[in-house]
């Protein structure tokens, strides 16, 4: 099986854009343990204001300004809500 993309936008969203991907992928990238490889970001202001990812060696994370943290990732679906929800936290 090859990946496949399930979810691709980029939009402007407030003062910044949001872009993000999620791929279905064969093996799960280390340390993750779910079939899926995706990176979610919030530009403002030319910076990174929020990202999700999960960056092989690195697992599953997010980062809210200048902090990394940890992220229990669920589904694709609570992935997405979770993004949307802090998005509108820090975009307001």
Known sequence: MKAT???KFRQ????GLIEGV???VPEPVP???HPYKYRLV?????QRVL????ERGKGDHKHVGDDELSYVFQDVPTLLADFKSDLEGVAS
């Open 5 to 7: 993309c399930l979810h």
């Open 12 to 15: 402007a969203y407030g003062e």
């Open 51 to 54: 990202g999700y990812d999960n």
């Open 22 to 24: 999620v791929w279905e």
């Open 31 to 33: 340390p993750s343990e």
């Open 42 to 46: 919030y530009i403002g202001n030319g």
